[in-house]
T-cell receptor, first 110, second 114 residues
Framework: GQSLEQPSEVTAVEGAIVQINCTYQTSGFYGLSWYQQHDGGAPTFLSYNALDGLEETGRFSSFLSRSDSYGYLLLQELQMKDSASYFCAVIGDSGYALNFGKGTSLLVTP | DSGVTQTPKHLITATGQRVTLRCSPRSGDLSVYWYQQSLDQGLQFLIQYYNGEERAKGNILERFSAQQFPDLHSELNLSSLELGDSALYFC?????????????FGPGTRLTVT
């Protein structure tokens, strides 16, 4: 089977940097994705790492270590609008649909 | 706006009833996925269709079924509804159907079973 572990809640101050970790267990691995979801809204795609290393997209970066089955999402220069849930996800054993972690609720405070 | 549409936005119904949720994928996307999101279970994959054919099944109950039509829109049918079926149901789409990390989610249908 598959499992993904990420912290349930993280709080950070506006302007700061926060890192959300994700560890996974899966038999087949294509890569690690990150999605953002605001309260009551649809998940939106943030980033994808298929290979080891850091991928940067603006204020957001994502890192993957395949040997450690570990990745993280790094959010810099936090803004109030970054308060949301962040999900890591891997392609399921079927090779088709996404298997999501339970999500990390990020609260950005003034 | 992802380009994926879902109707209805909200649905309130009683236990034992049957409902149909509808999804239209982004233009050009052949694959449709259905997910259920509840507070205690997170986002759970239900079923995927690719160009009209069922491609993969996840944690979908036997009371639930889906199909994808020739125009590529999809419907999720939920029957003999129970209180525990109350959740947000999302549809997502992608161009292809294998190993797709980037999926585009619709706004969801919030189902309340009373």
């Amino acid at each position: 089977g598959q499992s993904l572990e990420q912290p349930s809640e993280v709080t950070a101050v506006e302007g700061a940097i926060v890192q959300i970790n994700c560890t996974y267990q899966t038999s087949g691995f294509y890569g690690l994705s990150w999605y953002q979801q605001h309260d009551g809204g649809a998940p939106t795609f943030l980033s994808y790492n298929a290979l080891d290393g850091l991928e940067e997209t603006g204020r957001f970066s994502s890192f993957l270590s395949r040997s450690d089955s570990y990745g993280y999402l790094l959010l810099q220069e936090l803004q109030m609008k970054d308060s949301a849930s962040y999900f890591c996800a891997v392609i399921g054993d079927s090779g088709y649909a996404l298997n999501f972690g339970k999500g990390t609720s990020l609260l950005v405070t003034p | 706006d992802s380009g994926v549409t879902q109707t209805p936005k909200h649905l309130i119904t009683a236990t034992g009833q049957r409902v149909t949720l509808r999804c239209s994928p982004r233009s050009g996307d052949l694959s449709v996925y259905w997910y259920q999101q509840s507070l205690d279970q997170g986002l759970q994959f239900l079923i995927q269709y690719y160009n009209g054919e069922e491609r993969a099944k996840g944690n979908i109950l036997e009371r639930f079924s889906a199909q994808q039509f020739p125009d590529l829109h999809s419907e999720l049918n939920l029957s003999s509804l129970e209180l525990g079926d109350s959740a947000l149901y999302f549809c997502a789409s992608s161009v292809t159907g294998t190993g797709v990390s980037e999926q585009y989610f619709g706004p969801g249908t919030r189902l309340t079973v009373t």
